[in-house]
């Protein structure tokens, strides 16, 4: 903590002599605070002084000779975690920023500098920084092998959690996954437990609308951040709703999908990563199959296959469970549930009753979802999950949902670790080569 030494040390990295000396000069009113240690004007020269120094702020501007802000936060950010980057430049847009944070900066000001601004980004970044530093300190007492172990296992907290993901999905468009994965993750949350809510409908998601979540970090900033991906970068990435639940939102537009899409394991490389910060991660997925699908599957504990009781969507069902059969996932691997379902007196001649639809598929409906328009409705105006819309629980189908969640919650929390011999086998292959092809 700032309390164990005299001040924050900063790095300047400009190619403009004036910039600099003008940022020195407004650090120098706060002496007591900052002391800035280098001013260099390229990336080259910052990356090699931050190694020698240990800065623990570096103020980068984005333009410079030989080696560019963003090349230089990233080579900086990997090989001194401690150091925490600044992004500084007078190109603000929205396109800078997304490229900054995905370098690994954890701020960006604009130019010219406001000395309040600075003084105040300078004190909030060393700050959240604390953990990292505490980190690097604890792995620097103890034994490399054990350091290792400690680094994978271990929540920031420093706890070990259980890891559990859950993949939410349905072939076809339209049977409420969203409702379904955001009340599964709100209604698994319980007192000491962690829950992470991922986005990975890639183009159109919408857990951002359900949850009136707005954030200009999201899933794309930590794509190319997988092989050094730490704890600490992935919280700042994270969104925090009104409930407590952490949320990973996915890209802000359609077009940006195509980033993730271009390496389709990354999402569940992030998740496998993370996981053990978490007791759930539940993730929503879109209707397609397809690689980066599949990639999540592999690493679920769980697959939730939502389904209304319609027969469309009854077939696709079964084309996908007789896909997990040829990926020889265990039978207990996916738990079908059935969504907008209606009682026996209001339900039309379009709609399954349950009991045949579990006939057909030789598969047990573990969950039967009513579907009430206004209650589903009043939630997503106010931006909460259902089952934390009302204090009446008794009310379907907040009741079938919670039932659900504390469903799932025992069957994992009281599950013991699974064989994971028969996915790794399965990772190694493309679509084409699980399905035999």
Request: charged share 30%.
């Amino acid at each position: 903590m700032q309390g164990d030494r005299d001040v924050i040390t900063v790095l300047l990295v400009d190619d403009i002599p004036e910039t600099r000396e003008n940022i020195k000069k407004l650090l120098a009113f706060e002496e007591q605070e900052f002391r800035v240690i280098g001013s260099v004007g390229t990336g080259r020269e910052a990356l090699k002084f931050a190694l020698e120094a240990k800065p623990d702020i570096v103020i980068m501007d984005i333009n410079m000779p030989d080696m560019d802000g963003i090349q230089a936060t990233s080579e900086i950010t990997k090989v001194l975690p401690t150091a925490a980057v600044i992004m500084m430049s007078v190109q603000t847009d929205s396109d800078y920023l997304k490229k900054a944070m995905q370098a690994g900066a954890r701020y960006f000001l604009g130019k010219p500098v406001d000395p309040d601004e600075l003084y105040g980004t300078i004190r909030s970044v060393y700050k959240s920084y604390e953990p990292i530093r505490r980190q690097q300190r604890s792995m620097q007492e103890m034994p490399l092998d054990i350091a290792r172990k400690t680094t994978s296992s271990l929540s920031d907290d420093g706890q070990a959690r259980a890891g559990h993901v859950i993949v939410v999905y349905s072939p076809q468009g339209g049977v409420g996954c969203t409702t379904i994965a955001t009340n599964v993750a709100s209604g698994l949350m319980k007192k000491g437990i962690k829950v992470l809510l991922v986005d990975a409908d890639l183009q159109f998601g919408d857990i951002g609308v359900f949850l009136k979540l707005q954030s200009q970090s999201t899933l794309l900033d930590l794509v190319n951040k997988v092989e050094d991906l730490d704890t600490d970068f992935f919280d700042s990435i994270v969104a925090t709703h009104e409930s407590g639940l952490k949320v990973l939102l996915g890209p802000q537009r359609p077009e940006f999908a195509e980033e993730v899409e271009a390496n389709p394991t990354s999402v569940s490389r992030i998740i496998e990563k993370i996981a053990s910060s978490y007791d759930f991660v539940v993730v929503d997925t879109s209707s397609r199959i397809d690689e980066l699908l599949l990639s999540l599957t592999d690493i679920a504990t769980r697959v939730v296959l939502v389904a209304t009781p319609t027969l469309a969507s009854v077939k696709n069902s079964r084309f996908v469970l007789d896909l997990f059969d040829k990926m020889n996932y265990s039978p207990d691997k996916a738990i079908f549930i059935l969504n907008r379902v209606e009682d026996e007196r209001s339900r039309n001649r379009v709609t399954i009753p349950a009991e045949i639809i579990e006939k057909h598929l030789k598969r047990k409906v573990e969950a039967r979802i009513p579907y009430n328009e206004q209650v589903i409705l009043a939630a997503v105006n106010k931006g909460v999950p259902v089952v934390a819309s009302q204090r009446d629980r008794s009310k379907s189908p907040i009741k079938e949902m919670l039932d659900f969640s504390d469903h799932l919650y025992s069957l994992l929390m009281e599950d013991a670790p699974e064989d994971d011999e028969q996915d790794d086998k399965k990772r190694k292959g493309g679509l084409g080569l699980r399905l035999g092809r």
